[in-house]
């Protein structure tokens, strides 16, 4: 579990970079957290470790990514509808 807890929290951290992709990423962090917490409460390793890690460093990057781009996907939408372009 450790091992998929760390590889799934570096494969959100290249997903959140990419858009719509944000979208799997953000869920995606948060099951590799909650794999290495569980994995490092059986047996403390530095796998576990390290996925925690990348985990919350994730969870918290793909939160802001997701949120500030839904944001400005918002304000440029009310923009263009305001303009009439819509």
Known sequence: MAVAGLILGIVSLVLGWF??????????AIVALILS????KKKKSGV???????????V??????FFTCGLCS???ACEA???GAL
């Open 19 to 28: 858009g719509w992709f944000s979208l799997i990423s953000l869920p995606v």
């Open 37 to 40: 917490v569980v994995a490092g």
């Open 48 to 58: 576990a470790t390290a996925g925690l890690v990348i985990g919350i460093i994730a």
């Open 60 to 65: 918290v990057l793909n939160g802001v990514l």
């Open 74 to 76: 918002i304000c440029v």
């Open 81 to 83: 509808a305001a303009a």
